[in-house]
């Protein structure tokens, strides 16, 4: 298989983005990764959404897409994997390059919450995690997954630590220019905090926000053309029973095990050799099932573990150095591409001041609802 | 919404009656009509229906509900064993405040479920309730 290259990034501030539609946003993230990279065009444009059809009526999002960014008449289309879809849609760019059919590929994720009502986002989020006539029949959300697989973790395991994920993810998205909540926020506000699914808490889970990120994958050939540093990249996948439940051990995220051995496996890198990892915590638990499934904690010990400081800034794993889906923000299909983009800033050395001493490798991991599909893509920085 | 009454019509055997299909080879249980064994893949099912009753495992409220179920805020979800072993999901009713606790016996009973789109369908299905014989 052909190496896959990141050539550069782009994105927008993760916010309520009123005066600008779906596709604009997703064009101006488009065009800040073509600028980055210093390519002109691309063989194709791959586009991640979720709700798209639920929220703004539209659909057919590639043409849409090549359109708004000047690259109509270049073959588009979108992929979907409810809120991983930007993981989907770099998997997608990934295998066109490696297999040697495309020089250059745009992929680009985005997402319009503020379009909906609050209720209508939560039934989107309702319909994509779960079976319509099954979670969705019944009023299952995603948080109410959510707060069933803490319930059985807390009974397991105890809850020590799990509030403290938003800790960690809101004082690295302190100052970030692109993060939709920068600032800092006190264990005992998280605990102080309502419930939205007991025990959940309102200040455990993202909130809702427009953004949209794009990255330019390019082949071994044309990285060594371009100025950009030379970062590899690497991504696999997995799916797992959509319900939970239906699952042999409902805390053991089996798309996350699956996908992080995979991608490392490929990578030829060990977990040791990691220098970073992104966490989909749209859900606190869900950032420690994350790390525990993905063998960077024992079970039951991600919380005790944040407690201690591993996960910041300075610690042995960092996690969430923008600020993670809790504090730099969750629009769906962009999430997976804006993990992607700031694993490449902290390995190019672009990070500012969340900037990560001698990064050279970086692993994220995209969830769709609870894990129904895992993606995790790995960045590492090659000596040119 | 995007959910129409075909689909409420097909999936009533196991809304209505907690219908549906175990695998003859490895007992997973699926609420679908299934083609393969979702576990197995083996393609013989025998047609069940599931026991009405069982162990709450564990259970929550929905604060912030989807907009299908505004008017029913709050409202409970429980995850439940069922006597058989088969795990499902289901909203719990007929509860006094205090009286949802992990381990109660739980007993399935017919309810109104929802009004479903802009037809006003209204679409039943199971939910449990705290077991009247308490043993």
Redesign the interface.
Known sequence: MAGVYVAGVGFTKIAEHWDKDLEQLMAEAAVKALEDAGVSTVNAIYVGCALGEHLQCQANLGALMAECAGLTGVPAFRAEAADASGAAALYSGFCDIASGRSEAVLVVGGEKLSDG????V??G???MSG???????????F??MS??LY??YS?RYGDEGIPFFPVISHEHAEGVAHAQYPFKIALDRVLES???????RMLEVSGIGDGAAAAVLVSEELARRLKSPKIRMFISSATD?V?P??REDPLRLQSVMLSVSRVLEHAGISRSELNMVELHDSASILGALCLESGGFSPPGAAGKLAMKGEFGLNGRLPCNTFGGLKARGHPFGATAIYQVAEIYLQLAGRAGKNQLDKARTGLAISLSGVGAAAFTSLLKMEEV | ???RVP??W??MPF?YRLAGWKCVHCGAFH??KPVVC?RCRSKEFAQVELPGSGRL??????????????R?AP?A?G?IELEDGT?????LTDFKENELR?DIRVEAVFRR??INGEQGII?Y?YKFRPALSRS
């Open positions: 009502l609050s209720e209508e939560s039934s989020t309702l319909m079976r319509s006539w099954y979670e969705g029949f019944m009023g299952i959300d948080y109410a707060a069933l319930r059985l009974k309502p419930f939205i699914a007991e025990p959940l029973y319900n439940f239906d | 919404m995007g959910m689909g409420y097909r999936n809304l609420h679908y979702r495992i564990a259970y929550t409220v929905v604060r912030s509900p989807p907009k299908e179920f505004e029913c409202y979800i995850l795990k499902i999901l289901s909203q992990d479920v929802r679409e299905g």
